[in-house]
């Protein structure tokens, strides 16, 4: 009987045993049936190894082989990397410059929207008096004298009865689209308690009076010719529209240049109701003093945000420069900044110069 701890067992099924010995060795076999057995589960063992390091092997050579393309790639996408971080600092700080740089624009647009708007309503009241024996609306107050303009002057668009800079009327604006309701009979809801910001002469005036009578202007002209500062555009001034068709901004009406002409032409007055018919009043929305503080809040709140936009505007490009000089030093450190790199940097320091200096020129201004 062969012993399992044989060495010769595992010599022979893997081939490895000499032919003379092998051939005594298979003598043995023959009267050995547990042996033969033995050698056959030998030979499946190292079969299934085989095939198993062959599988190794080959999966091994595909790990060495697969490799290529995706170093390709990461090449491909390590090229344009450089010039997509530039495009993308570009748009940020194009993005941080224009924010506030729109907020300003917006903000200095507004008087000249409501100049447009005051022009409107006066064109309205001259077409209105066209049909009513040139004379323009004979009203109780402002909210009439805008509903006789949306009957008989085609002026039925609320929003030209405000402006946004207006804090009494800003939000509301949105909400309203015209004067008068569909039947044309009555006010809607919405301009009923609205807060007109222009203020309406309330007499009986015709086209006949001087041109340089004045129509409509913005709320809140003091008889000393100065604007309050719960007027739309605070103290720094405000519109007033003509019997002749034009509108003018005036600081004030206190220097001598920008005083009006008086209605019985006898000089120059600061005093608007002077260049109206004896006996005028005036209609405008006259606010409270919750409306004042609440306006004066809502003012303040339009100030902080513009501040803030506007440094945010001066502070993201440098952060965004050194952040970059920060990643530029850390390559250069480790041997990783190539030329390229210091070509991208170099282009970005002078557009971001190119952008930020005009805008701190501007500030200081």
């Not at 095939?51 to 344009?80: I, K, N």
């Not at 530039?86 to 506030?100: E, F, I, K």
């Not at 005036?250 to 002409?261: C, D, G, M, P, V």
């Not at 041997?335 to 282009?347: A, D, E, Q, Y």
Request: hydrophobic share 45%; proline share 7%; net charge negative.
């Amino acid at each position: 009987m062969i012993s399992p701890d044989d060495p010769r067992l595992t010599t022979y099924a893997s081939g490895d045993l000499p032919p003379e010995e092998a051939a005594r060795f298979e003598t043995e076999l023959a009267v050995d049936p547990a042996a033969r057995e033995h050698v056959a589960q030998l030979r499946a063992l190292q079969s299934e190894l085989t095939t198993a390091f062959a599988d190794e092997e080959s999966g091994r050579v595909v790990a060495f082989v697969s490799p290529e393309p995706e170093l390709e790639r990461q090449r491909r996408w390590s090229a344009w990397l450089g010039p997509l971080a530039v495009a993308a600092c570009l748009v940020l700080v194009a993005g941080a410059v224009l924010v506030p740089t729109v907020g300003k624009v917006r903000t200095r647009a507004q008087p000249h929207v409501a100049s447009m708007n005051l022009r409107q309503i006066g064109q309205a009241a001259l077409i209105y008096a066209s049909d009513h024996n040139d004379q323009l609306p004979v009203v109780a107050d402002v909210w009439e004298y805008a509903a006789e303009l949306a009957k008989g002057g085609g002026l039925n668009d609320a929003s030209m009865w405000g402006t946004k800079s207006d804090p009494a009327n800003a939000e509301a604006l949105s909400d309203m689209e015209t004067v008068l309701t569909p039947n044309k009979k009555e006010l809607t809801p919405e301009f009923k308690t609205f807060k007109p910001s222009w203020a309406v002469p309330i007499t009986t005036l015709t086209t006949a009076a001087p041109a340089s009578t004045p129509i409509a202007w913005t709320r809140g002209l003091r008889s000393d010719g100065t604007w309050s500062s719960h007027s739309p555009f605070g103290t720094d001034g405000g519109h007033i529209v003509f019997l002749g068709g034009n509108v003018q901004w005036f600081r004030n009406l206190t220097s001598k240049e920008n005083q009006l002409l008086r209605f019985d032409g006898k000089g120059t007055t600061s005093n608007i109701l002077d260049t109206l018919p004896p006996g005028t009043r005036i209609s405008e929305y006259v606010p409270t003093e919750a409306d004042q503080r609440e306006w004066a809040a809502i003012k303040l709140r339009w100030e902080r945000t513009r501040a803030i936009k506007e440094v945010c505007g001066l502070l993201v490009p440098p952060f965004i420069w050194l952040m970059l000089l920060v990643l530029l030093i850390v390559k250069i450190i480790r041997g990783k900044c190539s030329p390229w790199m210091l070509i991208h940097f170099f282009l970005l320091t002078l557009i971001l110069l190119a952008i930020f200096l005009p805008v701190v020129g501007k500030v200081r201004e």
